[in-house]
């Protein structure tokens, strides 16, 4: 598919930050955030049962 995973809104979350749901079918799948302006690579921690979490820029 040209698409891997269907996206969905973030979640807030507390202190710990914002959740990013990006759940891959394959847990082996490579996945990067990328800031859409830029396309630079959002460091984040990734769960491949949750996506992506942490505190991320805005």
């Known amino acids: 598919p040209e698409v891997p995973f269907v996206s969905e809104p973030a979640a807030e979350t507390d202190e710990t930050g914002t959740a990013i749901p990006c ?5 082996h799948s ?16 990734y769960d491949h ?10």
Do not use: H, M, W
């Open 30 to 45: 490579q996945v990067i955030l990328r800031n859409q302006q830029s396309g630079d690579e959002v460091s984040a921690l």
């Open 23 to 27: 759940r891959a079918t394959n847990p």
């Open 49 to 58: 049962k949750i996506g992506f979490f942490g505190v991320l820029p805005p």
